[in-house]
C-alpha cells in the first residue's frame, strides 16, 4: 500500500503544547538577550547590546522555531522529522536502533533513537513523556502501527524493541496505571541525574524477556 493514507503522526505532544513551550522559549531568550545585552550597553555602547543581544538570543530563538515547526510521521517503513528540513531513516535498513531516556526537570521521556538511509541521518523518536505517576505516550494506532513496521523489518533489535511496544498496548489494554506499563519501567531503569541516557541493547533485551 501507498498513498496519503499510509502516512501516521508521531508527534508525542499536541501542537498546541509544543508551539506554546516554544514561544516561552522565545520568551526567555529575549529577556535573557536584553538584560544582558544591556549591562553590555552600559560599556560598550549599541554595538556592545546588539552584538551580546545576538550571540544569546538568537540561538535560543532558532532552537524555540525549530520546536515550534518540529513534526514526526511514519511512512511505510520510513520514519520522518521535519523541522527547518526533513530527516528520514528507513526502519528497513537502519544501521542504528537503541532506546534513549532523558531526564529533565523530573519529566523523563523515553525515545527511539534511529539512524541510517537513506542519508544516514538520525532521528529521535519519543514514545512516552512522564512525571511522577503519570504521563503522555504516542496514541495505540500509532504505536500499534510502529511495532508492526519494526516487526516487519526482520532485524533483531526493531524485533526486540516491537515486543516493548505490543507489550506496552496489552498493559493499556489490561487498564494497567501508567508506572505498571513497560515504557515507563524502562525508563524508570535509567539512573537519575544524567540528562540523556543510552540504554544498552542487551538491556532492554533482557527487560523484554521479562515481560512475558
Not at 487498564?175 to 544498552?200: E, F, K, N, T
Request: charged content about 20%.
Amino acid at each position: 500500500m501507498s498513498g496519503q493514507e499510509d502516512v501516521v503522526s508521531l508527534d508525542l505532544l499536541d501542537r498546541r503544547v509544543v508551539r506554546k513551550r516554544a514561544i516561552s522559549v522565545a520568551i526567555a531568550a529575549v529577556l535573557v538577550g536584553a538584560a544582558t545585552g544591556g549591562i553590555a550597553g552600559l560599556f560598550a555602547g549599541p554595538a556592545g547590546f546588539f552584538v551580546v543581544f545576538a550571540v544569546l538570543a538568537l540561538p535560543l530563538l532558532l532552537m524555540a522555531l525549530g520546536e515550534a515547526r518540529k513534526t514526526y510521521w511514519l511512512s511505510g517503513t520510513e520514519v520522518a522529522a521535519r523541522a527547518f528540513g526533513t530527516r528520514r531513516v528507513d526502519l528497513s535498513s537502519a544501521t542504528r536502533l537503541d532506546v534513549l531516556v532523558t531526564d529533565v526537570r523530573g519529566a523523563r521521556t523515553i525515545s527511539l533513537l534511529v539512524a541510517g538511509p537513506p542519508k544516514s541521518r538520525a532521528l529521535n523518536l519519543a514514545l512516552a513523556m512522564y512525571a511522577g505517576t503519570g504521563g503522555k505516550e504516542l496514541g495505540v494506532y500509532e504505536l500499534r502501527r510502529l511495532a508492526d513496521t519494526l516487526a516487519s523489518t526482520g532485524d533483531t533489535r526493531a524485533l526486540v524493541l516491537s515486543e516493548l511496544v505490543v507489550a506496552q498496548l496489552k498493559s493499556e489494554a489490561r487498564g494497567d496505571a501508567a508506572a505498571d506499563r513497560p515504557l515507563y519501567r524502562l525508563a524508570s531503569v535509567a539512573p537519575s541525574g544524567s540528562m540523556a541516557q543510552r540504554l544498552a541493547n542487551e538491556d532492554v533485551a533482557k527487560f523484554v524477556a521479562t515481560l512475558g
